[in-house]
């Protein structure tokens, strides 16, 4: 009987060691590309951090977006971006006149799963959060997608982030009504920071 369980607990040994030793070997064999750490990856929460403040708007606005018009309309006024969640989000408000008076803000979140934001605009004329456009920062240049209904018709819009430096920036809106083919750019701001 001895002999017996002592027989079983060898073979039980041997099967853990061989089972053990197949696991370390799959481990090793394994691709560097699967073993790589998480932490690799590009970590965006902090993108926006360059923008907090306040900053002077100057602001062109193309008045019929896809409809062959080349009209343009200019307005002035103030950019507030405000640091929520230690910078994994922010609040945008902005007010400008012209032709008339603009009252809009963006909430913008960062997605640490996706490593993406998702900047999201309201006016106080709709009073409602629109559709958000999602996308990142590569190369000191942000670019954010989405697609919306307008004026009936579907089309892709672009929002671009670019000409970062300490004082200033450029944002840029564009539609395409062919899938991406074209772009019409339909928003242009420069901001300027306002020195306190």
């Not at 030793?21 to 699967?34: L, Y």
């Not at 750019?185 to 901001?191: G, L, M, R, S």
């Amino acid at each position: 009987m001895i002999r017996g369980f002592l027989g079983l607990l060898l073979i039980v040994s041997a099967i853990a060691v061989l089972a053990q030793n197949a696991s370390a070997a799959a481990e090793t064999a394994r691709p560097a590309s699967s073993t790589a750490s998480p932490a690799s990856a590009r970590d965006g929460q902090h993108d926006f951090d360059w923008e907090f403040g306040k900053w002077h708007t100057h602001l062109w606005r193309l008045k019929q977006p896809l409809s062959g018009s080349k009209e343009w309309v200019e307005y002035d006024g103030t950019t507030i971006v405000r640091k929520i969640w230690d910078g994994r989000a922010n609040l945008v408000e902005l007010e400008v006149d012209g032709p008339t008076h603009i009252e809009a803000l963006n909430l913008r979140l960062y997605n640490p799963e996706t490593q993406k934001w998702s900047l999201n605009f309201a006016s106080s004329k709709a009073g409602t959060l629109g559709t958000p456009t999602v996308g990142e920062f590569k190369n000191g240049r942000g670019e954010f997608y989405d697609q919306e209904n307008f004026n009936g018709r579907p089309v892709l819009v672009r929002f671009i982030i670019s000409d970062i430096k300490t004082e200033s920036c450029k944002f840029e809106q564009s539609f395409s009504a062919d899938g991406g083919k074209t772009w019409e750019v339909n928003w242009i701001a420069i901001d300027t920071r306002v020195k306190e």
